[in-house]
């Protein structure tokens, strides 16, 4: 029984840490919209879940280290999404390739699907804690 709860919670999390991710992203692209030669970037939301679910986003890559006073490494470096580049419908003269209606509706459809995952999740607490008091 427990290790289904956390299964399920940490398929939410996953969930809710790449819809994170994919949130930031798209505002990269929104925010670079003007600068020249920048090449709009994405990633493939469900690949990357099963990929999170199966363990291969923890692997990442192992840095040694030659001394004690070196830094640590940040964890998941490696490890995340791997990201794509997009392919213009209409390349424009400086090379820029993000196309701010295509931005803007991914952006939006990513923010809603983050919240109703993040409703979905509290409302799922909510019932296990209730279930959990005694009446």
């Given at each position: 029984?427990?290790?289904?709860?956390s299964?399920?919670?940490?398929f939410?999390?996953?969930?809710?840490?790449?819809?994170?991710?994919?949130?930031?992203?798209?505002?990269?692209?929104?925010?670079?919209?003007?600068?020249?030669?920048?090449?709009?970037?994405?990633?493939?939301?469900?690949?990357?879940?099963?990929?999170?679910?199966?363990?291969?986003?923890?692997?990442?890559?192992?840095?040694?280290?030659?001394?004690s006073?070196?830094?640590?490494?940040?964890?998941?470096?490696?490890?995340?999404?791997?990201?794509?580049?997009?392919?213009?419908?209409?390349?424009?003269?400086?090379?820029?390739?993000?196309?701010?209606?295509?931005?803007?509706?991914?952006?939006?459809?990513?923010?809603?699907?983050?919240?109703?995952?993040?409703?979905?999740?509290?409302?799922?607490i909510?019932?296990?804690?209730?279930?959990?008091?005694?009446?």
């Amino acid at each position: 029984m427990i290790d289904r709860l956390s299964a399920s919670l940490n398929f939410d999390s996953a969930a809710l840490r790449l819809r994170d991710q994919r949130q930031q992203v798209l505002a990269s692209n929104i925010a670079n919209a003007d600068t020249p030669n920048f090449k709009a970037r994405d990633f493939d939301f469900s690949r990357a879940l099963a990929r999170a679910n199966a363990g291969a986003a923890d692997k990442g890559v192992a840095l040694s280290t030659t001394s004690s006073r070196h830094l640590a490494a940040r964890s998941g470096i490696g490890g995340g999404p791997s990201m794509l580049y997009r392919v213009p419908d209409q390349p424009s003269l400086d090379g820029n390739t993000v196309s701010m209606d295509q931005e803007r509706s991914r952006f939006s459809d990513n923010a809603v699907r983050y919240q109703a995952a993040l409703t979905l999740l509290n409302s799922r607490i909510r019932g296990l804690k209730s279930a959990m008091q005694p009446e």
